[in-house]
């Protein structure tokens, strides 16, 4: 992905959007962090006139029914917390993992646009 970055920016586009989700089956605090890292990496890579030309969104895992996710999320290791998809809100947080709960994916999210959206600090 850097290196596709690199190339939109160096082809002139004024902006380069990349979307990250967390909350898959293997993540873990660690995992997501280095997510961080990585997002925050790509950022620096356009930063032009005080601001970066690339902007990176995340979000966190959604079993959608009728997905492979959904369909396959116990032997994933996903436990679908909420089955109520007609007041789904996209930043309600609809899954726990083997290694990260609800409350620890809403913190993850949480710190995740707050660096995103103020710029990166760990």
Known sequence: MTRAVQIALEAGLEEVVCSFIIGHPFDNSATV???????????????????SRVVTKMAVLVPFPGTEV??????MGLKIIANEWDSYAPDDIMIETKKLSCQMLRYLQFK???M???????
């Open 33 to 51: 962090n280095k997510t961080l890292d990585f997002v925050n990496s790509l950022k620096a890579m356009g930063v032009c006139s005080g601001r």
């Open 116 to 122: 995103l959206e103020l710029g990166y600090q760990r």
């Open 112 to 114: 995740s646009q707050t």
């Open 70 to 75: 959904h369909c396959h999320a116990d032997e």
